[in-house]
């Protein structure tokens, strides 16, 4: 896939009608914005646009209206934040179509640097399905297309890839260009050697990042709930342990792979084990730590231990580029959080470039007050683990190419 796409740098959008695709995702309680940090990452790419002297048509989805109009999820309340984040007026073009009369009267109304937000545009059916009519109503509304929302890449939707068929001209924000030169130049040209962490509960959800990882780094770490089908293939016992049955045969092929290509993959040498899974998940919990080689059968594995923890932290010092998604435990408990905090800790004290790629990861990091101390936590999950699969992202896929 093409990673050179051009961006809001390589445009001027003076007096043009520009569609900008965001990500306004955030929670909401009782109406209220409970985290706004999607709402102040988008800011630049909109304050651009707003300098450049464009009609700025905002646009986004909010949780999952399933193609209907919720009032609970309408996006209301953005457009009266952004206004204060931004301090000038964002207009919400209050519509069930999102596309409709009322949001063309809006739009029609706009002067050069005005800005207008749309309705969710979840609350269109079609948007979820790439559905044509939508994509055509978007593209109706706007001269320019701008997708600043990497949070949905890995989705074909109306509101990102759609419209930006049916635009000539079609590029990325700055949100979105920081995501794929993070991401982009990490798997396709790190500086090395270059260490790959992977936690978190199943193997089964990254089959493919494991196998893309193993080709590209130097060292591939595995640690969390799918380290133990690992081990559990190297004939260790393994306990009550979170396992895959199932995947296996695909452990062992990844071993072998690893050593074929010469990469070190590295697997927990201790754990943190309890006797039952803690109900609440913060429960208190009593822990004792078994080496890989002395788990007894009526204990499960829910942190890597501390020799691990070192382990994984000496291969992160000599690393130039660290990429990191999934915990190395059950983080949700204080007390099976030591694996998770020393990898964190670790990933804050290196001068390599640090990427976290987004969902739990990026959640830990944050916690723990390490946020600005990582070159990168990329702000969609999902995407990201595509990203690192190898795979094409159709919403930067639609971007134009420079
Ligand atoms: P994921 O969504 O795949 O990144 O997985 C995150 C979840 O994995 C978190 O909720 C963790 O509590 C869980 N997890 C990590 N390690 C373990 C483990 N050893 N046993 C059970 N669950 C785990």
Redesign the pocket.
């Known amino acids: 896939m093409s990673l050179n796409k051009k961006s809001v740098d390589d445009i001027n959008v003076k007096g043009q009608r520009v569609l900008c695709r965001c990500d306004f995702n955030v929670p909401l309680k009782e109406g209220k914005i409970t985290d706004e940090n999607r709402l102040v990452a988008a800011l630049p790419t909109i304050k651009k646009l707003i300098a450049d002297g464009g009609k700025v048509i905002l646009c986004s989805h909010l949780g999952k209206p399933k193609g209907e109009p919720k009032p609970e999820l309408s996006l209301a309340p953005v457009a009266k934040r952004l206004s204060e984040l931004l301090g000038q007026e964002v207009k919400f073009a209050a519509d069930n179509e999102v596309v409709g009369a009322n949001a063309k009267a809006a739009i029609e109304a706009m002067n050069d640097g005005e800005v207008v937000l749309l309705e969710n545009t979840r609350y269109r059916a079609e948007e979820t399905k790439n559905g044509e009519a939508f994509s055509k109503d978007l593209a109706s509304i706007c001269d320019v297309f701008v997708n600043d929302a990497f949070g949905t890449a890995h989705r074909a939707h109306c509101s990102n890839v759609g419209v930006a068929e049916l635009v000539d001209t079609a590029v990325v924000g700055y949100l979105m260009q920081k995501e794929i030169d993070f991401l982009g130049n990490a798997v396709e040209n790190p500086v090395r050697p270059f260490v790959a962490i992977l936690?978190?509960?199943?193997v089964a959800?990254?089959l493919n990042v494991i196998s893309n990882l193993l080709e590209k780094c130097d060292t591939l770490i595995i640690g969390?709930?799918m380290a133990?089908t690992f081990l559990k293939a190297q004939g260790y016992e393994i306990g009550k342990?979170?396992v895959d049955d199932s995947k296996l045969d695909y452990c062992k092929e990844m071993m072998d792979k690893a050593e074929k290509l010469g990469k070190k993959l590295l697997l927990p040498v201790d754990s943190a084990t309890i006797t039952d899974f803690p109900n609440p998940?913060d429960a208190p919990v009593e822990v004792e730590v078994y080496d890989a080689d002395k788990m007894p059968a009526d204990r499960?594995?829910?942190?890597i231990g501390p020799k691990t923890s070192e382990m994984f932290a000496d291969a992160v010092k000599s690393a130039k580029t660290v990429v990191w998604?999934?915990?190395?435990?059950?983080?949700?408990n204080p007390t099976l959080a030591k694996g998770t905090i020393a990898v964190a800790k670790s990933l804050a004290e290196t001068d390599a470039t640090t990427i976290i790629g987004g969902?739990?990861s990026a959640a830990a990091v944050n916690q723990l007050g390490f946020g600005d101390k990582m070159s990168h936590i990329s702000t969609g999950g999902g995407a990201s683990l595509e990203f690192l699969e190898g795979k094409e992202l159709p919403g930067v896929a639609a971007a134009n190419d420079k």
Request: net charge negative.
């Open positions: 936690g978190g509960a199943k959800d990254k969390g709930g133990y342990s979170l998940i499960e594995g829910c942190d998604n999934g915990p190395m435990g059950v983080f949700e969902g739990d």
